[in-house]
C-alpha cells in the first residue's frame, strides 16, 4: 500500500496498491519534492475513466515503471472530481503544449508544480521513454527547464483571465447566433454532426425555451429529435433508467457506459420542460426511469447521492470488460424473452443495425411504439404492458451479474444539480415525492457539507466533509436554494441562498474585472486562479452566479447584484462567436433582453405558483409570497384577503389581478 490508502477518493484508492509511491497533492508533497530537488509526475483522472484504468494496468502497475518513478520523481494522484482546480489548471498547461486535452492527465512539473511536459493516455513504453527523457534534461540544464516553465506559466495565466469585453451595437443578435448554431446540428440522430457525441443538456435547455419564445418550429423539432433519438438508444438505459455519459457513434446507440450524476441530474430538467411543452409520454418515461435509476443506485442514506457509476464491469469470464453489465447475447434474450422474442427483436433492433460486437447487442429503438403496435395488429396498451414485462425481465436477469463499481463520493455541486432536476420533475408531473427528495437534499448539503465558519465543503464520504468549495458549489447550491423557494415560497431558503451569495462576493470576486475566482483567493500562489467562462457539459460557474445575482438582485432590490449581473452578461455576450460554449449566458440573455418577473400574492400563492410552472417558463422570473413577506420585490403586494397577479415587463408594472386567466396567451 501506498500512502493514497489514507484517502476517501474512490479513484486514489483505486491506485493505492500501486507499486508507485503515490501521494496525494499537499504542500507537504511539493515541500518534499524542491527538498529532494525532483520533478513532479501529477497524474490526474478519476474514477470510471477507462483509459484512466488502461494506463495504470498497461504502466502504474508494473515494476518497471515504478522503479523509475520511485527513483527520480515525486509522483502526486489526483481526483479531477475532488480538485477541479488543479485540474483546470494542468489541463489547461497541457493543451497550451499539445492543441489537445483529455483524462488520464499526465504532467510533468518542476518541484514547485509548474508545469513543463504533459498529454494524455501514453502506451508504457513511450511513458517510460518521455520520463527518462525529462529527467536527464532536467540534471543536464535545469535554467532551460525553467525558462520554458516560466513561458508556459504566462500562457495559462492569459487563459484563466476574463477577456476584454467588446462594444456592440444595440442588443445580442441571438437569431443569428443560433442560425450559425444549426449548421452543427445532426438534423438525422439529432444532438451534432460528430462522433463521440456528448448530449450537452444546457444547450439543449437554452435552444429548447429559445426556439418556443422565437416560434423556431425547426429548433424545437431538432430538440425533440434529439430527446427522443437519445431515449430510444443505447445511451438511455431503459431497462432500469439513467444516461451514460456519452455515445462513441452518431446513433446515440453505443454509449461510453459510465454514468455520472451531473449529466443525470441536469437531463432530468431538459426532459421535465419538454414534457412541459409537449405531454410526450417518452419523456415521462425518461423522467420515472432516471429518479427511479439515481434513488435505487446512488443514494448515499443520509439524504445525498454518490457521483457515478463506472463503465467497466466483470462479465462471464470473470474479465473486466466495459459494457458487461449492460449487453446481451441473442441466445441471453432468447432465453429471457421466450414466445414474445420476435416482437421484442423488432422492437430493441437484435439484428446488424443493434449489434455491437463480440456477439452482444445494446438494445436501441427505431420506432414508435405506435407504429410497431400497428404493424403487429394489436393495442398500444397491450404492447407497452409486454415492454415494461421484458424490461423487468432484463433487470431481474441483470442484477445477478457483477456491477459496475460505484464512486461514492458525494458532490456538493452535482447533488444542487439534483435539486433543480426534482424540482423541475415535480413541477412537470405533480409528484409530490420529488419535491420531498429536494427538500432532503438541500437539507443534507446545509447539515454536513456547510459551516457558518468555514462556509462549503466541496466533498463527503464516509460521514466526512472535505476539501473547502469552490465556485461552483456555491454559485450551483445558490442557484439549488432559489429554487427550493420557488416551488415552495419558503423565504428561509432565500436567506441562505443571499448569505452565501455574500460569502462569495468576499471571498470568490475579483474586484477588478467584476468576475468571480474558482477557487478561493487565498489559495496555492503557483496554481493560477481561473476564472471560469465557458459553459461545457456543466455550466461555468459565474453564468450561474449571473442568474443568482438577477433573482437574488430583484428579491431583495439590490442594485449591486443586478449591476454585477448585467456586467458580466454583457461582457460574455459581447465576444460570443459560436453559441454552445456560453448556452448558460444565452439563458440569462432571455431574460436580461426584456425583463420580465410575475409576482404572485395572497393566500392561494403557492398553489397559483405551482400551475404557472407547470408551463414551460422561456424567460419570466415566477416569484410567490403566500404570508406577509419582509422582501422589498413584495413591499406593498400583499393581501392576506385575496390572491393577486402583478406582471412587470421592462420595470413597469401592470394593474394587478385577482385571476390568472390573464396569463393564459401570455408568453412566459
Not at 291 to 302: C, H, K, L, P, V
Not at 374 to 393: F, G, H
Not at 419 to 432: T, V
Amino acid at each position: 500500500m501506498n500512502e493514497l490508502s489514507s484517502e476517501s477518493s474512490p479513484y486514489l484508492l483505486q491506485h493505492a496498491q500501486n507499486p508507485i509511491h503515490w501521494k496525494s497533492w499537499q504542500p507537504a508533497t511539493l515541500q518534499q519534492a524542491q527538498e529532494q530537488n525532483k520533478l513532479l509526475v501529477v497524474s490526474i483522472g478519476y474514477s470510471t475513466c477507462h483509459w484512466c484504468h488502461v494506463m495504470e494496468h498497461e504502466s502504474f502497475e508494473t515494476d518497471e515503471v515504478a522503479q523509475l518513478m520511485n527513483r527520480h520523481f515525486v509522483s502526486i494522484k489526483i481526483d479531477r472530481e475532488e480538485r477541479p482546480d488543479l485540474d483546470a489548471f494542468y489541463m489547461k498547461a497541457v493543451q497550451l503544449m499539445t492543441k489537445q486535452g483529455g483524462w488520464p492527465l499526465n504532467v510533468v512539473c518542476l518541484p514547485n508544480g509548474s508545469p513543463i511536459w504533459g498529454g494524455t493516455y501514453f502506451p508504457k513504453d513511450h511513458w517510460i521513454e518521455s520520463l527518462t527523457q525529462l529527467q536527464q534534461l532536467y540534471e543536464s540544464d535545469a535554467d532551460q527547464v525553467r525558462e520554458f516553465a516560466t513561458q508556459l506559466h504566462e500562457g495559462i495565466t492569459l487563459l484563466s483571465g476574463v477577456p476584454d469585453s467588446k462594444p456592440k451595437d444595440g442588443a445580442l443578435n441571438q437569431e443569428a447566433l443560433v442560425a450559425k448554431w444549426k449548421k452543427s446540428f445532426d438534423w438525422e440522430y439529432g444532438g451534432y454532426s460528430r462522433a463521440p457525441k456528448f448530449m450537452m443538456p444546457n444547450n439543449l435547455d437554452f435552444l429548447q425555451k429559445y426556439a418556443l419564445l422565437n416560434g423556431d418550429e425547426s429548433v424545437l423539432n431538432y430538440v425533440d429529435l434529439t430527446l427522443t433519438k437519445m431515449a430510444w438508444g443505447g445511451l438511455f438505459d431503459t431497462v432500469l433508467g439513467g444516461f451514460s455519459r456519452y455515445s462513441v457513434d452518431h446513433q446515440w446507440h453505443i454509449p461510453h457506459f459510465e454514468k455520472m450524476l451531473y449529466d443525470n441530474a441536469q437531463l432530468l430538467s431538459v426532459y421535465a420542460d419538454a414534457y412541459k411543452r409537449t405531454g410526450n409520454g417518452l419523456y415521462r418515461e425518461c423522467l420515472t426511469k432516471t429518479i427511479r435509476f439515481i434513488e435505487s443506485d446512488w443514494s448515499n442514506g443520509e439524504g445525498g447521492f454518490f457521483s457515478a457509476l463506472d463503465a467497466d464491469s466483470l462479465n462471464s469470464a470473470n474479465q473486466l470488460v466495459e459494457g458487461a453489465y449492460y449487453s446481451w447475447t441473442k441466445a441471453e434474450l432468447q432465453q429471457l424473452i421466450g414466445a414474445d422474442f420476435p416482437l421484442f427483436e423488432q422492437l430493441f433492433n437484435i439484428n446488424t443495425f443493434g449489434y455491437w460486437e463480440a456477439d452482444q447487442y445494446v438494445l436501441i429503438q427505431n420506432q414508435t411504439l405506435e407504429q410497431l403496435a400497428a404493424d403487429n395488429d394489436m393495442t398500444l396498451v397491450a404492447l407497452q404492458q409486454k415492454k415494461q414485462l421484458w424490461e423487468e425481465r432484463l433487470l431481474a436477469a441483470r442484477i445477478q451479474r457483477p456491477s459496475p463499481r460505484l464512486d461514492d463520493k458525494t458532490l456538493t455541486a452535482w447533488n444542487a444539480l439534483l435539486i433543480k432536476g426534482y424540482l423541475d420533475a415535480y413541477s412537470a408531473l405533480d409528484c409530490d415525492a420529488y419535491l420531498v427528495k429536494a427538500r432532503e437534499i438541500g437539507a443534507f448539503l446545509l447539515d454536513k457539507l456547510w459551516s457558518e465558519e468555514t462556509g462549503l465543503y466541496h466533498t463527503y464520504k464516509d460521514g466526512k466533509a472535505s476539501i473547502p468549495g469552490f465556485l461552483d458549489d456555491y454559485a450551483l447550491f445558490i442557484a439549488a436554494l432559489i429554487a427550493l423557494y420557488e416551488h415552495s415560497l419558503e423565504e428561509a431558503y432565500l436567506k441562505q441562498a443571499k448569505q452565501m451569495t455574500d460569502y462569495c462576493l468576499d471571498a470568490f470576486l475579483d474586484v477588478e474585472n467584476s468576475f468571480f475566482h474558482f477557487s478561493k483567493l487565498s489559495d496555492n500562489p503557483i496554481i493560477t486562479h481561473s476564472i471560469e467562462i465557458e459553459d461545457n457539459v456543466i455550466p461555468s460557474s459565474n453564468s450561474y452566479m449571473a442568474q443568482n445575482l438577477i433573482k437574488l438582485g430583484i428579491l431583495y432590490e439590490n442594485a449591486h447584484y443586478s449591476q454585477l449581473a448585467k456586467n458580466m452578461v454583457a461582457t460574455v455576450t459581447s465576444q460570443i462567436d459560436y453559441a454552445s460554449a456560453y448556452s448558460n449566458w444565452l439563458l440569462a440573455d432571455l431574460y436580461l433582453a426584456a425583463p420580465t418577473e410575475l409576482a404572485i400574492t395572497g393566500p392561494n400563492a403557492l398553489k397559483e405558483v405551482l400551475q404557472i410552472r407547470k408551463r414551460l417558463l422561456c424567460k419570466t422570473l415566477v416569484f410567490g409570497a403566500n404570508s406577509a413577506s419582509t422582501l422589498a420585490f413584495f413591499q406593498h403586494r400583499y393581501d392576506a384577503g385575496q390572491t393577486a397577479f402583478y406582471l412587470c415587463q421592462n420595470q413597469s408594472c401592470q394593474k394587478p389581478e385577482t385571476d390568472a386567466a390573464f396569463l393564459e396567451n401570455q408568453m412566459l
